[in-house]
């Protein structure tokens, strides 16, 4: 079973950093398109940002431009860097991963594996 697990959220000022990691077991080879969602009850899941094997990157818009993903080198980690955190950034953060190759999206229904999110809250 592929298992997805994130960690690194916690609570932060306004300001602040954190940086949360997502790990994977389960899963023999790379996974070709690894990502990073958020959500807020009552609103959908909002891709943030995303990296490909060869580590080309996606954002979603300039508002994401606090926000630096990476991956290390050939493996199935993928971090999520948030500095000068914002109230509006706090959610519970996703780490979501497929294997197929092509173009990798922003949609949650591209995605096939998904970890069980980690709470992060920004205070003011």
């Known amino acids: 079973e592929v298992q997805l697990v994130e960690s690194g959220g916690g609570s932060v000022q306004a300001g602040g950093s954190l940086r949360l990691t997502c790990t994977v077991s389960g899963y023999t080879g790379t996974l070709y398109c690894m990502a990073w969602f958020r959500q807020v009850p009552g609103k959908e899941r909002e891709g943030v940002a995303g990296?490909?094997?060869?580590?080309?990157?996606w954002y979603v818009d300039s508002d994401k431009a606090h926000f630096t993903v990476s991956r290390d080198n050939g493996g199935n980690t993928v971090y999520l860097r948030m500095g000068n955190l914002r109230p509006d950034d706090t959610a519970v953060y996703y780490c979501?991963?497929?294997?197929?190759?092509?173009?990798?999206?922003?949609?949650?229904?591209?995605?096939?594996?998904w970890g069980q999110g980690t709470q992060v809250t920004v205070s003011s």
């Open positions: 979501a991963a497929h294997s197929y190759r092509g173009a990798c999206s922003d949609s949650p229904d591209k995605y096939i594996y």
């Open positions: 990296i490909n094997q060869y580590r080309n990157t």
